[in-house]
């Protein structure tokens, strides 16, 4: 058999040009899907603040800015786990987004979302009720169990909304609240207010979950039925932050445009707040849209400083907490509840929990109560902190 050296060279250069498309398609494949580190570095810190909040070592003594507004009002505090719920919407648009098409809006869609979303709930009810698992008396609503019901929602309305009228759904959202918690009277109260007890979310909890709530109020809960419509808001506002990150755009152009629209959803948010208070245990729509505001600039900022200027020597820390966040949160509130249940013999003969034996004879030894309750929880961040150092060298992340 023979060619010509014309048949050779045709020949070749098909195959240089088949590869070279296909390369292309390959690399442009994996720019659309990489994970952001920048988003993953927010995602460390914000879970290293809730570790950091949660787990003083006297609630006695702690530095206001540890901890949450009395009602109205944000303090650095009530900005941690609405941080949280922007960054589920924002990888909720990474993770869902091959899921989009027609072909693939199918059972084994909805079957994984289900799946997730009743594991992380389930994980918050084993937290609620360990070790006693009283039934009768184990609080439903929390914070793993929020995030599972947003998650769950979010994604069902990220697969079939269309990107346009997100803003809308997010705005009827904010909206319908505002007039539910204002505009409608409270069985039993007549006028509608927004104190703790008596606002309309409380009498719905009471009506659905009594029992079953937050055991320091036992009648309401932060994190009630009727404020999860709001904290549905706030992963929704993520999902928008997540089409733009996802978008053409050059990185400059996101940046800048994520910092001014966290500026105007700031102004916004503060200005709603003379309507319908800045409150995080009620989640209001002004709440929603002021902590919004306040994470889009920090992304923004995470986003200019590690994707785009490649700073990256200082983010090792909160990038290894970021990889295994649920984990990490599952496992040291577990350990801390442990802690509290464990009893052991002080030096007097009292039997007290392991929790204060060590914070007595170790950190008021050494510091101020206020100081030692701090240092106490730095501790605590650092020994987690190492935990899942031996995870993230090993390559091993905890998926739920």
């Not at 389930?122 to 009720?129: A, E, H, M, R, Y």
């Not at 629209?261 to 009620?282: E, M, Q, R, T």
Request: net charge positive.
């Amino acid at each position: 058999m023979c060619y010509n050296l014309n048949d050779l060279i045709f020949v070749d250069l098909s195959k240089i040009k088949y590869f070279a498309t296909s390369i292309k398609k390959v690399i442009m494949s994996e720019k659309k899907s990489e994970r952001l580190l920048s988003l993953d570095v927010f995602r460390g810190i914000t879970i290293l603040g809730m570790i950091l909040v949660n787990n003083p070592g006297s609630w006695s003594d702690v530095y206001s800015p540890l901890l949450h507004a009395e009602w109205n009002g944000c303090t650095p505090t009530d900005l941690i786990f609405p941080f949280f719920l922007f960054i589920v919407g924002v990888t909720t648009t990474f993770s869902l987004s091959k899921y989009r098409s027609a072909d693939n809006k199918n059972r084994d869609v909805l079957f994984r979302l289900i799946r997730r979303s009743l594991t992380i709930f389930l994980l918050g009810i084993f937290l609620s009720g360990f070790p006693f698992f009283d039934l009768s008396t184990i609080r439903i609503p929390g914070v793993l169990q929020r995030i599972a019901v947003v998650y769950f929602f979010v994604s069902i309305i990220f697969l079939n909304v269309r990107k346009e009228n997100l803003v809308y759904v997010t705005s009827a959202l904010l909206l319908i609240y505002w007039g539910l918690m204002t505009l409608v009277p409270v069985p039993g109260f007549g006028t509608p207010n927004l104190e703790p007890s008596t606002n309309l979310g409380a009498w719905l909890d009471r009506l659905l979950l009594d029992g079953h709530l937050w055991s320091k109020s036992k009648t309401w809960d932060p994190e009630g039925l009727l404020s999860t419509i709001p904290a549905i808001g706030t992963a929704l506002l993520g999902v928008l932050t997540g089409y733009w990150l996802r978008s053409d755009n050059d990185k400059t152009t996101k940046t800048v445009w994520m910092f001014f629209y966290g500026v105007v959803l700031l102004a916004l948010g503060y200005a709603w707040d003379f309507w319908f208070p800045i409150n995080k245990s009620l989640w209001t729509s002004s709440y929603v849209v002021y902590t919004g505001g306040l994470a889009l600039i920090f992304l923004a900022f995470c986003y200019w400083l590690i994707d785009v200027q490649n700073n990256t020597w200082w983010i090792k820390p909160f990038h290894i907490y970021g990889t295994n966040a649920i984990a990490v949160f599952f496992l040291s509130s577990l350990t801390a509840k442990s802690l509290y249940l464990i009893e052991v013999t002080a030096a007097n003969g009292e039997l007290v929990s392991l929790k204060h034996y060590i914070y007595s004879n170790v950190f008021l030894q050494i510091a101020s109560p206020i100081n030692a309750s701090l240092l106490f929880a730095v501790s605590y961040i650092l020994i987690w902190l190492f935990v899942i150092w031996l995870l993230y060298r090993k390559q091993i992340f905890i998926k739920v």
